[in-house]
């Protein structure tokens, strides 16, 4: 937590200010000084791309098992409460706070103990592997690249494991059943060369952000908010798992979100369709702007362009490629005004959804989360995008693929006051410790 390292796309020195290498050399320290016998550190560097960092321990036998989990972290913004702050990490209340606490800097601290503590008792591990990106929070455009250039360290996995997802709650061990794709981009509306005071242009000249607007509404129903154009079917196994998990998790799927006393999210009376929404359905969320002054600067002038951050998320099951086609499609054809839109910056993920696991697997969990969490795991649908995931099975199609992790709705991950809760994560440390010597 108190390395400064961002992700690329936030760090124009990411490349050589040497964040991310103390980044590395502190996960590597970290593992020597607990002084597993037989664990190796490999690191994949190559000019103009991002580190990839490897460690391997060959094991007794049993399945080959792929850890993954990334270094690289979101931007610190500001509003921290006091006290605490993006590199100033502090434990209040069973809380451990700092950017990166739980997503996801705690994954090689929390397996690398879980093996520790293993050897210890006297057990066996399965050869193990764990691969940390450092571009992950970009978008791992070189992850496929650079998995492939560490193949040699990886092998071929049997189990691959992503520690980089979330939970309902904190009091069970929850498998991701589903996570959502993503597109991303930038839209610039221009209608003018240059600013102009906006008495003598106003209703002249048309204004870029309502043009900006106007173009969003194509895809999402400004009153519903529905996005119709990316919709899927949605599997009748994901309503069932729907109805279950609402039950489960009631009213906290939305008081967790910090909405202001007397605002109301969608499907207030109907969580069953609020779960489907934030996990089988698409969204829009514009996430940053240009052309916009701030408003001690703001004259009054009708600007010449507008440039917002969309981020779209995509079910499950759309491919991602052809949704950013069809979404670029329809904000570029036949512009309101004929004003000029420009698309940059655009990239798309695919979704995910967890195929069922092998018995021993399964078995391996379900024992271990029955011990420490007093009941079997469970599943729910993620409304987040980890495109590492499809990219993973489609390389490995003979490998079980799943993904857990310790983020839930209230963690604040992305935002300030990211926190890891600390009980919940020793749990989950000793369910991969037991469940590793249950598969060998």
Known sequence: IK????????????????????AIRHVKDYADSLGIDGLEFHCYTEEGKPPMAVFTYEGSGGPNVMFYGHLDKQPHMEGWMEGTGPTSPVV???????????????????????????????????????????EEESGSNYLEYLLDKCSEWIGTPDV?????????????????????GFV??????????????????????PETFRIANSLIDRLEDPVTRRVPLLEVEIPERYLE?????????????????NMLPGSEPFYKDNLTEMYLNVNWRPSIAVTGAAGLP????AGNVLRSSTTLRLAVRLPPTKDSKQAAEEVVKTLTDNVPHGAKVEITGLGNGGGFCMKDLSEKTNKALNDSSTLFFGKPSGSYGDGGSIPFLKSLGDKFQSAEVLALGVAGNDCNMH???????????KNLICVLSHALTDLV
């Open 160 to 180: 691959c494991i992503c520690l980089d997802s979330g939970v309902l709650d904190y009091s069970t061990l929850w498998l991701t059943s589903s996570l959502r």
């Open 294 to 297: 701030c408003l001690e600067k």
């Open 184 to 205: 991303g981009f930038n839209m610039k509306v221009s209608i003018a060369e240059n600013g102009i005071h906006s008495g003598t242009a106003g209703g002249i000249v």
């Open 241 to 257: 798992e729907a109805k279950e998990n609402a039950l489960i998790i009631g009213d906290t799927m939305h008081t967790e979100m």
């Open 92 to 134: 209040i209340d069973g809380k451990l706070y700092g950017r990166g606490s739980n997503d996801d800097g705690y994954v090689s601290f929390a397996l690398f103990f879980a093996m520790k503590n293993a050897l210890e008792q006297g057990a066996t591990l399965p050869r193990i592997v764990l691969v940390l990106e450092t």
């Open 3 to 22: 390395i400064p390292n961002l992700t690329p796309e936030f760090d124009s020195e990411f490349y050589t200010n040497g964040l991310i290498q103390d």
């Open 415 to 425: 935002a300030p006051n990211e926190f890891l809760h600390l009980n919940f994560a």
